[in-house]
């Protein structure tokens, strides 16, 4: 799961205009997939939000008890005579 973190974390950073250093300490060469400046404060703080957002749905959509909830829903045993009739 950690080296699954560390790639997702890369791949966001490539796309960036700062880009990484993939071969440091032997190149400073940096590399960037975007060439792209937003240096508006409404675009950026729309876009920050709307990733907050995403990662809160996903988080809240892998949590255990939305797991339960869900399981709970499609349960035959939640009718009326305990799934026994």
């Known amino acids: 799961m950690g080296v699954l973190g560390i790639c997702v974390h890369l791949t966001g950073d490539v796309i960036t205009v700062g880009g990484i250093h993939p071969f440091l ?6 590399s960037s997939l975007s060439r792209l400046r937003v240096a508006s404060t409404l675009a950026n703080t729309v ?12 988080i809240f959509a892998l949590s255990p008890r939305s797991q339960e909830r869900s399981r709970e829903k499609i349960s035959p045993d939640s009718s ?3 799934g026994h009739g």
């Open 25 to 30: 300490p032997f190149s400073r060469r940096r």
């Open 80 to 82: 009326p005579t305990g």
């Open 47 to 58: 876009f920050l939000s709307l990733g907050v957002l995403a990662m809160g749905t996903v």
